[in-house]
């Protein structure tokens, strides 16, 4: 069965910053796309960034652009997310999320880790 596990999250004070990371399976990592998702209380899961499975190409939501980078070790199966200048806004469960598409992770998510808890403080 493929897991992904992620870790990293943690308590951070507004301006503070937070790497995630999510090491997985090569089955479920070796050439297909991966993403970050996160859900805030009450609020519904939404997209956060994602990165192709080659690395070349990444996305990002309007509300972490220039604040957080993705980026991918496919040696180690791993896929991370720096968070810089983290807001309050930002406090949520993060989830790592394993695409069946070389490009698109938000229309073929197959996996997804068990989330990690980012509270950002003000």
């Known amino acids: 069965q493929v897991q992904l596990v992620e870790f990293g999250g943690g308590l951070v004070q507004a301006g503070g910053s937070l790497r995630l990371s999510c090491l997985t399976s090569?089955?479920?990592?070796?050439?297909?796309?991966m993403g970050w998702f996160r859900q805030a209380p009450g609020k519904e899961r939404e997209f956060v960034s994602a990165i192709s499975g080659s690395g070349g190409t990444t996305y990002y939501a309007d509300s972490v652009k220039g604040r957080f980078t993705i980026s991918r070790d496919n040696a180690k199966n791993t896929v991370y997310l720096q968070m810089n200048s983290l807001k309050p806004e930002d406090t949520a469960v993060y989830y790592c999320a394993a695409s069946t598409h070389p490009i698109n992770v938000v229309d073929f998510v197959r996996y997804w880790g068990q989330g990690t808890q980012v509270t950002v403080s003000s």
């Open positions: 090569t089955l479920a990592f070796s050439g297909n796309a």
